[in-house]
């Protein structure tokens, strides 16, 4: 797993929800704005480390926009982001990869014209440097490389594309590239993974197994997952977070966001009676 450097303006991680557990994630009134538009609003967001943790709630709730927000690929306009007690509401994207928060996300993001194995042993490369200066990357030594080569078999016979290993990204089923886009967010070492519906447009026998393997791979990480099959989500998470119109509506595990009433009049409907 990835350590976590602390910086001066580090502050503890505390945790009172009685579980126990200590909190990886935390934002703080995080708020955004898109002119006068509120796509987030105030959000108090807390995940446990080593939780699997789902964000569901309906279109344009602002889940894309709030993991956006988590992983440097937007501004806040309010608020503050920790991660192990760590301020990080200003770091880009990739410094946060470098600290093991990876995403994978909506649309998938492949080198196409590489191979599947090109895909990963690259990322593993990438992220093997991450303690290096630009200098030493040039400078590699050669057991490194062996070493990257060995992480990028491992990896692909983790996400089941071992055979595929030859294959052009580009040639790939709907469904092995979003494997390969798990391999990719294996190949950062992360502690914490943000999955934006990585089983979007699956059918329901490739959603499971999808989902079996992101909790097999990933089992040591922490998880926060954006996903629209509810059924899928009550089963899988340790905690839920529902937003509504860019808003906390509820937080909890699965069978209090069950039975919560704002929930099943917001969003969960008839999922009770199926
Ligand atoms: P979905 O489930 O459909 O993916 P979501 O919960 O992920 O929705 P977001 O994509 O975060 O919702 O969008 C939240 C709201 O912010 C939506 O009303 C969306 O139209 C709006 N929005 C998102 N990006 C922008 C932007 N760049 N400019 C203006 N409005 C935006």
Redesign the pocket.
Known sequence: MATTSHSSNERTASNEDGTGKSTILQTENLAKL?GE?I?VDHVDFTVNEGDFHSVI?P???????LLDLITGGRTPTLGSIYFNGEDITDLPSDELVHKGIARSFQITSLLDGLTVYENVRLAVQASGYRDLSKAETLVYPTDSHDSFEQTARTILQRIDLEEEADLLAQNLSYGDRRKLEIGIVLATDPELVLLDEPTAGMSIDKKQKTIDLINDVLADATVILVEHDVELVMQLSDNITV?HQGSILAEGPPEEIEDNQHVQDAYLGGYNDE
């Open positions: 898109y538009f796509a709630g279109n344009g709730a602002g889940k894309t926009t937003l």
